[in-house]
């Protein structure tokens, strides 16, 4: 047993030092509060019904878990699925959806991505980034009559909490 401590101990030496930070074992990661990822929802949703539209929001983690999701009242049934899969797919890739969406048209490098099971080239899927750069959440709006709407509430969501990420 000492015998195969000491050989993996040694096999492991060479990955000893590659945290992403580079400084030890434990990376320091940033996720937005709950609260304020109800408040980005909330704040989206409200933007949406200001212009005539019933949208469902999902915010993620940035790791793609549902931290908060609000649907308004006459807002369509597919939006439950369409908002978490958007802000999955802003975390996921790290770009807007509607970005996205451009990337991954048929017959470009990244058309593959269209494959994914979850994965969604469609606007209204926004990654939110605090005021040091670092990734916290996605939010993915889905219910307006088209995505680049979806994108626009998304965007206003995230400025109502600016001033609290902008660290």
């Known amino acids: 047993m000492k015998k195969f401590l000491a050989g993996l101990s040694i096999a492991l030496v060479p990955f000893a030092g590659h945290a992403q930070d580079g400084d030890g074992a434990f990376v320091?990661?940033?996720?937005?509060?709950?609260?304020?990822?109800?408040?980005?929802?909330?704040?989206?949703?409200?933007?949406?019904?200001?212009?005539?539209?019933?949208?469902?929001?999902?915010?993620?983690d940035r790791y793609g878990g549902l931290q908060a999701f609000i649907r308004d009242r006459f807002a369509g049934p597919h939006v439950e699925e369409i908002a978490p899969r958007k802000a999955w797919t802003a975390v996921s890739f790290r770009t807007d959806t509607l970005a996205l969406d451009r990337e991954t048209q048929p017959g470009t490098m990244?058309?593959?991505?269209?494959?994914?099971?979850?994965?969604?080239?469609?606007?209204?899927g926004v990654p939110v980034v605090s005021g040091d750069g670092?990734?916290?959440?996605?939010?993915?709006?889905?219910?307006?009559?088209?995505?680049?709407?979806?994108?626009?509430?998304?965007?206003?969501?995230i400025a109502a909490i600016e001033a609290e990420i902008a660290f």
């Open 28 to 60: 320091d990661t940033k996720i937005l509060k709950p609260e304020l990822a109800l408040e980005m929802a909330v704040a989206a949703m409200e933007d949406c019904r200001q212009q005539g539209y019933q949208v469902g929001v999902a915010v993620v």
């Open 110 to 124: 990244s058309a593959g991505i269209r494959d994914s099971a979850r994965a969604l080239a469609l606007g209204g």
């Open 134 to 157: 670092a990734l916290v959440a996605g939010i993915g709006v889905s219910g307006a009559p088209g995505p680049d709407l979806d994108d626009a509430c998304a965007r206003a969501g």
